[in-house]
């Protein structure tokens, strides 16, 4: 048996994909195992914080809201000091009277009725 001229030629390494190269090594792996670790799987991973922060932003809309409105009841509750306002105001949203007054409601057509008013027969 003679040896062919291609048993005699040296291989050639086989190259890896650069990817491979990259990822085998277990200081990469160790790093993106971490990274990963603690973007997803952790308690106080990334997702959270970020489901966190939103509830924290529409909690912190609810109460300029809530705050808001407060302040707005507290000038309206200022103004029910006066004797006159609170009579002005029981005329006009509860309908009320004195006792020489008569009340005509005029409600036309295209107008909608106020489901918080209360008219008494």
């Known amino acids: 048996m003679e040896p062919s001229e291609h048993e005699n030629e040296p ?15 277990r200081y990469v792996l160790s790093l993106v195992f971490f990274a990963v670790w603690m973007l997803f799987l952790d308690n106080y991973s990334w997702l959270v914080h970020r489901r966190l922060d939103t509830e924290i932003d ?5 109460k300029r809201y809530y705050q808001g409105e407060i302040n707005k009841d507290m000038q309206h509750i200022k103004q029910l000091r006066d004797s006159d306002q ?6 006009e949203k509860y309908y009320m009277k004195r006792d020489s007054e008569d ?15 209360f008219i008494p027969n």
Do not use: C, M, Q
């Open 11 to 25: 291989k050639e390494p086989k190259k890896r994909s650069w990817w491979l190269r990259y990822f085998g090594n």
């Open 58 to 62: 529409e909690l912190e809309t609810n």
């Open 86 to 91: 609170v009579e002005r105001y029981a005329r």
């Open 103 to 117: 009340i005509y409601i005029i409600e036309y057509e295209g107008e909608k009725k106020d489901s918080t008013s």
